[in-house]
């Protein structure tokens, strides 16, 4: 927990920041019946459609992740020369 609020894990702590900006702002556009209904909703889909087509999700996903990390990288090389500097 204290690497995630410190920011030491920079993919979690990214992550933990990203979710909870996502469901705050669609708790803010929706009512909390209509966010769990839409939730529930998607907990039974999701994996039928995975299975159905595994290969072609599997492949955007890895384009996606290849896509993140490469920003996370430039991201991370920011932060550690900006903490360099102020030392």
């Known amino acids: 927990m204290h690497q995630l609020v410190t920011w030491r894990d920079y993919r979690r702590s ?3 920041t ?15 019946a209509a966010f769990l209904t839409f939730f529930l909703l ?15 999700i599997d492949q955007w996903i890895s384009a996606a ?8 990288g430039k991201i991370k090389t920011k932060v550690e020369e900006a903490t360099k500097k102020k030392e």
């Open 14 to 16: 990214g992550l933990v």
């Open 18 to 32: 990203l979710v909870s900006f996502v469901v705050a702002l669609l708790g803010n556009l929706v009512s909390d």
């Open 42 to 56: 998607l907990a039974f889909t999701v994996p039928a459609v995975y299975e159905k087509k595994k290969d072609l």
């Open 65 to 72: 992740t290849a896509q993140v990390e490469k920003y996370m």
